[in-house]
């Protein structure tokens, strides 16, 4: 499965940004996606996931009523609205397809990653 996010870029704090994964293959609509972050000098980080038929999500504290994460399977794709951004909020976002149909924020439970889209949040 290969996957391409798109999206990021450079927003003011309190802006708003949404991102978008597609999948290469309807295999992923059997299956978890999530998205992590990485800013640098940092561990990559959990941010949100959904279950494979969207019943279920699943947020980092830190983006908790923030971010909302959706799916649509007929299109493979998964979203990521992020809103009322924070200068914190910057990084490289990535987006994965977990091994298993539920969401997961163990970063070790997704199979495949996409190459990541910058969000950059300037106060």
């Known amino acids: 499965v290969q996957l391409q996010a798109s999206g990021g870029g450079l927003v003011q704090a309190g802006g708003s940004l949404r991102l978008s994964c597609a999948a290469s293959?309807?295999?992923?609509?059997?299956?978890?996606m999530g998205w992590f972050r990485q800013a640098p000098g940092k561990e990559r980080e959990f941010v949100a996931a959904i279950s494979w038929n969207g019943g279920r999500t699943a947020y980092a504290d830190s983006v908790k009523g923030r971010f909302t994460i959706s799916r649509d399977n007929a299109k493979n794709t998964v979203n990521l609205q992020l809103s009322s951004l924070k200068p914190e909020d910057t990084a490289l976002y990535y987006c994965?397809?977990?091994?298993?149909?539920?969401?997961?924020?163990?970063?070790?439970?997704?199979?495949?990653w996409g190459q990541g889209t910058q969000v950059t949040v300037s106060s």
């Open positions: 994965a397809v977990g091994m298993r149909s539920w969401a997961s924020a163990d970063s070790t439970e997704y199979a495949y």
């Open positions: 293959r309807r295999t992923a609509s059997n299956n978890g």
